[in-house]
Each structure stands twice: as structure tokens, then as C-alpha cells.
């Protein structure tokens, strides 16, 4: 086995940027319409093309013709025919909706028990969990994990409304009222959800002085991409991130988010179960999302890099299906040895890097490009000037 090229697909959503995957890749922008993804894995939404010696083909197709020799005996032992996560670059011009994702668990339980009665919901695709890490290639913001109630209890309670005091009141109660907090916004009656959204906004202008400040412009921002949604309100309960490139965040099992705009690298276990919780048009289940979420605070959301080896970092973080390195070259050091086993796959994302297995031909990866490497391909090296990240499956 060797090294080959991986082309990924790129999804459009309306929240997606005109810019950003184009610029990356060398193509012409602004494109036609908004490109929100770029897909690097095997997902059956949108499996990668590797071109090999026998010409272009599905990376789920050739994982599923020989699973061992692509994953290696132990990943295709644990995980099956599949590749166990999925790669991502995010570009992000507008804010993505409220969500969260269940546990392995609950997802296994939830999927079976929908599969078996017709008439239950659709609230899952698949049977697998959906942790996953986002890594920031431009200054990136997003909701991540609730903060201090007493804090998100101080902020709506400045703006003053008499109709959101049983909120107020509930997140005053500590931890324990985050669930009731929640419900109550997210159950609020719609016909009476624009009236509030409004005097939400009405309430927050015109504080710049206030400590809260940021958090009112937010409301403001939302507001102005869903004018009735109670998500507006939902969003005041979570931690603003603001990550400068190289920073990352952790969105483990029941954490809420939201990304709001920028770029980066993503990473999850290759799941498309998602539960929305507002800002969106799509359907909200409330009653499966507060089954789904955990009510804990979190009080740093920015994840630390590691450094394993000279130019090469990593995070941590506590899932069997994936882990992601950044190495960077300067030109001084050679070849240099990329970690990980299994399965990998390599993007570029800046300057000009090659990809080698043992003595087979290199496989450029220039900024927006990747390539793929089975289990097969033994120890791997990366050569040039650039930045470049690697997903792999932990030994």
C-alpha cells in the first residue's frame, strides 16, 4: 500500500462562507453558493474520493472491499467496515444552530428503539455518537458549554424584563435550574416568541458600558438571523469562545453549541446524529434534547495544544475514534516522522507539503488538498514548508 490523493466533497448550507474553502483551495471567489464543509473520510453522506493506480474511487468503497488492510486489524476489530471519524473544514459567514449530540450509549439505544416503531420521531440517523473538536485556522466564535447560572442570571435579569423572571429565577438556583431554565425558553409559545426576541433586542441596545455587553450584542447578532426564535435567549446561557488561530474547542457528548463565523478544522466520530435546540428553521424536539443534554457548567472551553515532538501538537481528549496532530515545517528539519497509526489522513492548509510512505511517491498537499494512507502504508513522513494536519485513530 501506499500514499494516495483524497478529494473531498464540499457541502453547501445557507450559513456557509463564499470565500473561504475557495481561497483555500486556490479557487476562484466568491463562488455561486455559500460553501459551509469540506468532507474528508468515509461518512456515507459524502464519502472522499482516492484516486489509486486503478483510477479514481469511493474511500468507503475501498475501506469496505478489504477493511483490515485499509483500518488495520485492530481498528476494523473495534469499529467494523468503516472509518471511524470524519474530518472537516468549517467556514462559517453566519451562525449555525444550537445543538448537542448523544453519548454512544444513548445514541445505540435511541437509533434501535426509532428503527423498531415507525411512527417514533427521526431524531437520529445512525447508531453511533458524535463527539468532536474544532480546531481554528482563522479567529473563529461559537457557544460552547453552559456558564455560571448566576452569571447567565445577571445578564437577562439587566435587561430588565418581567417576563423572563421565572428564567432568572431558575438559573438563581444554581446547576440544579439550567434543565428548568432551558425548558422554559425553549417551550415558550410561539405566538409569543417575536414579542420577546424584540424586547430582548430592545433591551440590550444601548449598554456598551455594561459588563455584559458582549453578551447583548450576541442577542442582537441572532436576533437579527432569527427575529422569533428563543434560541436568542438560549444562546445568553452558554460560554462565548473567541479562539485566535490554533486554538480549539471540545464538544464532547450533551455539550449545547453554536459555531458563529469563522474557519477551522473539525474532527468527530464519523456520526450525523445532531439535535438542535434553536437558531434554525429545522425541528426542534425539545423533550429528546433535554434527555440528551447535561446541565453542568463549564468553565473553560478552550481546549490546550500539546506538543509531542518539535512543529507537532496535539489535544486531548478522551475518545477511542480519533485523534488530530498539527505539525508544521520550516524547511529545516527534513522529513519528519508523522505520528499515528491506522488509517490517516492528511490536509494542508498552508504552504506547500509533500506525503510519503516509506519509499512509494510523495503526494503534494497544498492548502485545501489532502491524502489518504491505509493501515498498510506503514510509518509516514511529511516534507516541505507548510502547516499541515493529521487525523488518525489512537493506539
Known amino acids: 500500500m501506499s500514499v494516495y490523493p483524497l478529494a473531498g466533497a464540499v457541502r453547501s448550507y445557507a450559513w456557509g462562507s463564499r470565500t473561504a474553502l475557495a481561497t483555500l483551495q486556490g479557487r476562484p471567489a466568491p463562488t455561486d453558493h455559500p460553501e459551509a464543509e469540506l ?15 486503478t483510477g479514481p474511487v469511493s474511500l468507503a468503497a475501498l475501506i469496505a472491499d478489504d477493511p483490515k488492510a485499509q483500518l488495520g486489524a485492530d481498528v476494523a476489530s473495534e469499529f467494523g467496515a468503516r472509518l471511524p471519524y470524519l474530518m472537516k473544514v468549517l467556514a462559517a459567514a453566519e451562525p449555525l444552530s444550537l445543538q448537542a449530540h448523544p453519548d454512544a450509549d444513548y445514541a445505540r439505544a435511541a437509533f434501535a428503539a426509532q428503527e423498531a416503531d415507525p411512527s417514533a420521531p427521526k431524531n437520529y440517523t445512525d447508531a453511533y455518537h458524535k463527539p468532536e473538536m474544532l480546531v481554528a485556522l482563522t479567529p473563529f466564535e461559537a457557544l460552547c458549554g453552559f456558564r455560571a447560572p448566576d452569571v447567565s442570571a445577571a445578564v437577562l435579569a439587566e435587561l430588565d424584563l418581567p417576563q423572563l423572571a421565572p428564567v432568572v429565577a431558575a438559573l438563581r438556583t444554581g446547576v440544579g435550574g439550567l434543565r428548568d431554565a432551558v425548558r422554559t425558553l425553549l417551550t415558550w409559545p410561539p405566538a409569543d416568541r417575536p414579542g420577546l426576541v424584540r424586547a430582548v433586542v430592545s433591551a440590550a441596545g444601548g449598554r456598551p458600558a455594561s459588563p455584559y455587553a458582549h453578551s447583548f450584542v450576541l442577542a442582537s447578532d441572532l436576533a437579527a438571523h432569527y427575529p422569533d426564535d428563543p434560541g436568542v435567549l438560549v444562546a445568553l446561557l452558554l460560554n462565548q469562545a473567541r479562539l485566535a488561530p490554533g486554538e480549539a474547542i471540545w464538544m464532547p457528548a450533551g455539550n449545547l453549541h453554536a459555531y458563529l463565523n469563522g474557519t477551522g478544522v473539525e474532527i468527530m466520530a464519523a456520526s450525523d446524529n445532531v439535535l438542535r435546540g434553536g437558531l434554525t428553521p429545522k425541528r426542534v424536539d425539545v423533550d429528546e434534547l433535554l434527555r440528551v443534554l447535561r446541565f453542568e457548567v463549564l468553565d473553560d472551553p478552550i481546549l490546550p495544544a500539546t506538543e509531542v ?4 501538537v496535539t489535544w486531548q481528549v478522551p475518545v477511542r475514534e480519533f485523534v488530530l496532530y498539527r505539525i508544521t515545517l520550516d524547511g529545516t528539519r527534513g522529513p519528519t516522522a508523522v505520528p499515528g497509526e491506522g ?10 507539503v509533500f506525503v510519503a510512505a516509506g519509499h512509494g511517491t510523495p503526494v503534494e498537499v497544498s492548502p485545501g488538498a489532502a491524502a489518504y494512507a491505509p493501515d498498510d502504508a506503514g510509518p509516514l513522513t511529511v516534507a516541505g514548508v507548510g502547516t499541515v494536519f493529521v487525523a488518525a485513530v489512537p493506539r
Open 39 to 53: 468532507w474528508l473520510g468515509a461518512h456515507p453522506g459524502d464519502p472522499s474520493t482516492v484516486t489509486g493506480p
Open 309 to 312: 515532538a518539535p512543529g507537532i
Open 343 to 352: 488509517p490517516r489522513i492528511v490536509l494542508g492548509v498552508e504552504g506547500d
